[in-house]
């Protein structure tokens, strides 16, 4: 890049649990604009969450979303004609990033009523390290286990 890194935005925490990093997660819901609906999703499903394990909903997605983040990735890097999958760290952002697009992701794909029920039963399994998230990351983490021997092509 010729100029200088763009500014990081400041984001701008949520009205009701006073955290910036809702506000990242519902940011990432949001369909076509749609704030005011995916703040609705988030929160109903947090109040699911909540009435169902009988503790502070807030708390148990933060414990879901620690456990579905991955914390190494591989990448694909070409070397003398054959591409090679090399197993490197994830920079803190990526990696909130990559976790809360894999809840988000999974959820949508759960057969249930409605957003927020799909959301509330991938973030109860998520935190009890079940479901299609957690084993997303599993497969991810075993991924970069299994290539381990390639670390020495890291860039």
Do not use: C
Not at 10 to 25: G, M, Q, S, W
Not at 74 to 83: C, D, F, H, L, N
Not at 104 to 124: N, T
Request: glycine residues 6%.
């Amino acid at each position: 890049m010729r100029k200088a890194r763009p500014k990081k935005r400041v984001i701008l925490p949520d009205p009701r649990f006073n955290d910036p990093l809702v506000t990242k997660f519902v940011n990432n819901i949001m369909l076509q604009g749609k704030k005011s609906t995916a703040f609705s999703i988030f929160y109903d499903a947090i109040e699911v969450v909540a009435d169902k394990t009988k503790e502070d909903g807030l708390e148990v997605w933060k414990k879901a979303l620690s456990n579905v983040t991955p914390q190494v990735e591989v990448r694909s890097r070409r070397i003398g004609g054959a591409t090679f999958q090399i197993p490197s760290e994830i920079k803190p952002g990526r990696k909130q990033s990559i976790g809360m697009k894999n809840l988000i992701g999974y959820a949508r794909k759960r057969h249930e009523k409605s957003m927020a029920m799909k959301l509330a039963g991938e973030i109860m399994s998520a935190f009890k390290e079940e479901g299609a998230a957690y084993k997303r990351k599993e497969d991810t983490h075993r991924m970069a286990e299994a290539n381990k021997a390639f670390s020495h092509f890291r860039f």
